[in-house]
């Protein structure tokens, strides 16, 4: 059984910095491309980053580009998202997903279809 559950959200004020984490398990880490999305109320759920297997390469949205920072531990089932400069239009709930099929480069793994596993979401909110 294939478990994502995120960590690290909270209330932040506007230019500090969050890190969330995401542990997996009941998958083969290292062969599988993780992502995180993120979902204001009343919105869809928008890309923010992915990583590919063995984390050389990676993938912003243009709005978190040179302020958020995906990252992996394959040793320890890990995925992470480091989150500067916030701003109150990150707020969000924020999920980590997986897929272990092979879709191509991380190109490909820019939405919600693209991925076979969710995490419960985790609540980030920015205050002005």
């Known amino acids: 059984q294939v478990q994502l559950v995120e960590s690290g959200g909270g209330l932040v004020q506007a230019g500090g910095s969050l890190r969330l984490s995401c542990a997996t398990s009941?998958?083969?880490?290292?062969?599988?491309?993780m992502g995180w999305f993120r979902q204001a109320p009343g919105k869809e759920r928008d890309f923010v980053a992915v990583?590919?297997?063995?984390?050389?390469?990676?993938l912003y949205a243009e709005s978190v580009e040179g302020r958020f920072t995906i990252d992996r531990d394959n040793g320890e089932n890990l995925v992470y998202l480091q989150m500067n400069s916030l701003k109150p239009e990150d707020t969000a709930v924020y999920y980590c997903?997986?897929?272990?099929?092979?879709?191509?480069?991380?190109?490909?793994?820019?939405?919600?279809?693209?991925?076979?596993?969710w995490g419960q979401g985790t609540q980030v909110t920015v205050s002005s």
């Open positions: 997903a997986a897929d272990g099929r092979s879709l191509g480069s991380i190109y490909s793994y820019t939405r919600p279809r693209d991925y076979s596993y």
């Open positions: 990583i590919s297997r063995s984390g050389a390469n990676t």
């Open positions: 009941g998958l083969t880490f290292s062969t599988t491309t």
